[in-house]
């Protein structure tokens, strides 16, 4: 193994991450002869990246595609997929724990199970990055560069003694985690996303900075699989999300054990012979919280330093990233950008159909526009708190008036019967009508559920006609319908119902 393959922070150096290292930043890679000029030159080998390169290459164009680390970009390598391994295993975790409500003898999680959760998330991490390959996308007709890009002039890239040039570029270089200025924060050390899957041993103690999604989400796990956990945030839980939301899972949260400061905030870390110490800033005063590892969710910032980007013509902002209009087009009009170092929307799903945009705008005169899409999202705690278009607060806002309906999952039978009855489906409608503005869904596979509203919203479809589809019995999702039951039951207005009891009484008679 040679010493570069290791200067990305990949631990442990198992099977299982030298497969992954193989895949995605492979230890011998011959990096092809370039093109005299490139149809498309992208900068970024994560969602955005990838799906801009293949969406080139596959129509027959020249790409170039730049990766300084891992190709998959954070949600192969430190996010998504990750994560998601780590909360299946807390899950269960969870179940066997809280196996007697169902009638089976409980089974708690034990420390000494975390170097198997955390080995079996390497094992599926390396087996799902043949999807993100060098190798793969090489083969798929994309020119694939390992190091650092750099922008020499307006249609022009070098990567280290190689030059690229092009006619259109895309920028999707992602972002990564804010690490917050407080005193004695680095020299105390600390983890992030990009870091805490490569723990092989269950910290005792948790302390998590950031009760945002990546915060809320790690928190859990981790105290299901054994830690003891401590929240730090500055406002509320999931500060962007539906507030009754919020509430139920800081509801959860404290039934779980996990401890919550909320509107509060770190002032200095220090260390100690039993651990690392964080003051806090409360309400009430300062507190200390003792950890033994420190969790840093606290946000994301766009990766714009080095790229050169000022030589390009291209704006940008270091802590909102690349300026783009509407058609992700940037300040230079051979340049556009995509995913998570020009977007509010830090998604993969939202990068994945971002760069299908750019492409299109780029290469076909395309007039597609990042605003028309229909943007879902989801937290994955549990029970997952799913969103899709606008919330009560920005409707109001907006000076659009909205009515609500909403039916609670203590309500619907299958949630019951699964013991999974904290929760609810909320929708928004313009006032008068059935047309959805916004949704939010709070329950066990909230971000499956979502997708209904997702489709019903972009083809402009409405409640009245979701309360005709047959929905299984017995489903979670029958709770969608029985939302748009309740919609209909609004159409019976005292008039209506008049009407057709007179007809009802006239039957009789005749």
């Known amino acids: 193994m040679s010493e570069t393959a290791w200067h990305f922070d990949v631990s ?46 596959a129509l027959g164009g020249k790409v170039a595609l730049v990766e300084r680390q891992l190709m998959g970009g954070d949600c192969l390598n430190v996010g998504c997929v ?89 920028i999707a270089a992602g972002a990564r985690a804010v690490r917050p200025d407080i005193p004695g924060l680095a020299e105390a050390g600390f983890l992030t996303n990009e870091t805490v899957f490569n723990l ?11 009760g945002g999604p990546i915060g809320c989400e790690l928190a859990q796990a981790f105290r299901r699989l054994g830690s003891e956990v401590s929240i730090i945030q500055s406002s509320r839980f999931l500060p962007r999300e539906d507030p009754e939301a919020s509430a139920l899972l800081a509801k959860i949260f404290a039934r779980e054990g996990i401890r919550v400061l909320l509107d509060a905030r770190p002032t200095r870390v220090g260390e100690a012979a039993t651990g690392k110490q964080l003051t806090v800033k409360t309400a009430t005063g300062e507190e200390m919280i003792e950890a033994d590892e420190i969790l840093v969710g606290a946000g994301r910032q766009p990766n714009v330093d080095g790229l050169n980007l000022e030589t390009a013509g291209v704006v940008y902002d270091s802590r909102r990233g690349v300026q783009v209009n509407d058609f992700l087009r ?48 989801c937290t994955y705690t549990a029970p997952e708190i799913a969103h899709v278009g606008l919330y009560e607060s920005d409707a109001q806002a907006r ?54 509203i997702s489709v019903a919203m972009a083809g402009k479809i409405g409640l009245k006609t979701i309360a005709g589809v047959i929905h299984p019995y017995p489903t979670q999702a029958d709770a969608i319908r029985r939302v748009a039951a309740a919609y209909n039951r609004t159409r019976l207005t005292p008039r209506v119902a008049a009407l057709l009891k007179w007809w009802l009484k006239w039957q009789r008679r005749n």
């Open 12 to 57: 442990p150096p198992d099977a299982h991450n030298l497969q992954l290292i193989d895949n995605v930043h492979p230890r011998e890679w011959t990096s092809p002869e370039p093109e005299p000029l490139y149809n498309l030159v992208v900068i970024g080998g994560g969602t955005a990246g990838l799906i801009s390169a293949i969406g080139c290459a």
């Open 399 to 452: 000076g659009i008036a909205t009515d609500t309906y909403q039916v609670d999952l203590d309500d619907v039978d299958r949630a019951i019967t699964d013991g999974e009855t904290e929760g609810f489906v909320k929708i928004l409608v313009k006032k008068g009508t059935d047309r959805i503005v916004g949704a939010t869904i709070v329950a066990a596979h909230a971000g499956d559920l979502i997708s209904e």
């Open 330 to 377: 940037t300040t230079n009009p051979d340049v556009f950008a995509a995913g998570d170092i020009c977007m509010d929307w830090k998604f993969t799903h939202a990068a994945d159909a971002a760069a299908r945009i750019a492409v299109q705008n780029a290469l076909f005169l395309g007039r597609k526009r990042l605003s028309a899409l229909t943007m879902p999202w």
């Open 82 to 170: 990750p994560s998601k391994c780590l909360i299946r295993s807390a899950r269960a975790a969870a179940d066997a724990g809280d196996a007697g409500r169902f009638g089976l003898t409980p089974h708690p999680a034990s420390s000494s199970d975390f170097p198997a959760v955390m080995e079996r998330l390497r094992l599926l991490r390396a087996g799902i990055s043949r999807n993100d390959s060098a190798q793969r996308y090489d083969e798929m007709g994309v020119h694939v560069f390992f190091g650092e890009a750099s922008f020499t002039d307006r249609h022009t890239v070098t990567v280290g003694n190689t030059v690229l040039r092009f006619r259109k570029a895309v």
């Open 200 to 210: 092989t041993e269950l910290p005792s103690r948790l302390a998590v900075i950031g």
